[in-house]
């Protein structure tokens, strides 16, 4: 999976949509594969989400509203969200008002053993796989597994929350996975709402490549809006 172990991009950009948006936000230091194969990141995100919603942070219990979280990630990240949005659903929040409203999946990580649209003449499809591979070794159905595929995830229509947005890029190899997932979550019997926007002539992650860029800075104003959305 896409691990970017160079922070500074991600926190730059994260430090703009807090100031922006006038939210608290917490990222999570998951332990990355290879050295840490899946299921590991699940199991360290869900660890956080647990600490957040306790409250036991005197910094969190203070500044943050626990009945207005917002899961969100992108590329491997946005498949972490989406796991622990499906967590959520199955398992509740632990807290008492600790509420997850929303969840946004920027260019999610998502792949398939089946080949859809533009991934038929895609050079990058043996190249998933491998870093798929490498990053839960232990994998029996390869690309059909629900940790990579949500359309073979029996639980994808218990999304523990009331709106989804999914972001995807015009030039990215995953597009069409992130528009799939899309149409499978309208598709199950998850109540909420799922919104899909596609920027025009960009690639993969490319709001944490060029940060100041008129599309990403238009990112950040679509996620403020989502948020205020679910006042």
């Known amino acids: 999976m896409r691990h970017n172990r160079n922070k500074k991009p991600n926190n730059n950009y994260l430090n703009s949509l807090v100031s922006s948006a006038n939210?608290?936000?917490?990222?999570?230091?998951?332990?990355?594969?290879?050295?840490?194969?899946?299921?590991?990141?699940f199991e360290d995100s869900w660890e956080a989400?647990?600490?957040?919603?306790?409250?036991?942070?005197?910094?969190?219990?203070?500044?943050a509203d626990l009945e207005r979280i917002f899961f969100s990630g992108d590329s491997a990240g946005a498949n972490i969200a989406y796991h622990m949005g499906i967590r959520v659903g199955l398992e509740g929040l632990s807290s008492s008002g600790a509420k997850?409203?929303?969840?946004?999946?920027?260019?999610?990580?998502?792949?398939?053993?089946?080949?859809?649209?533009?991934?038929t003449e895609n050079p990058h499809s043996e190249t998933l796989e491998n870093l798929w591979r490498i990053a839960c070794p232990?994998?029996?159905?390869?690309?059909?597994?629900?940790?990579?595929?949500?359309?073979?995830?029996?639980?994808?229509?218990?999304?523990?929350?009331e709106r989804?947005?999914?972001?995807?890029?015009e030039k990215d190899w995953l597009k069409d996975r992130g528009w799939y997932f899309y149409e499978e979550l309208k598709r199950s019997n998850w109540k909420g709402k799922v919104e899909i926007v596609e920027t025009a002539g960009e690639d993969h992650a490319f709001h944490l490549c060029n940060p100041t860029s008129d599309n990403a800075l238009a990112l950040i104003k679509l996620f403020v809006s989502f948020f205020n959305k679910a006042v």
């Open 138 to 161: 232990t994998t029996v159905t390869s690309l059909d597994d629900p940790m990579i595929n949500p359309s073979m995830d029996p639980n994808i229509g218990k999304m523990g929350c």
């Open 49 to 63: 989400v647990k600490w957040a919603v306790s409250a036991e942070d005197e910094w969190v219990k203070n500044f």
């Open 100 to 119: 997850l409203v929303g969840n946004i999946l920027v260019h999610p990580f998502f792949g398939g053993e089946e080949p859809i649209g533009s991934e």
């Open 164 to 169: 989804v947005l999914v972001c995807v890029a």
């Open 23 to 41: 939210i608290v936000a917490i990222s999570v230091d998951y332990r990355k594969a290879p050295e840490h194969p899946l299921p590991t990141a």
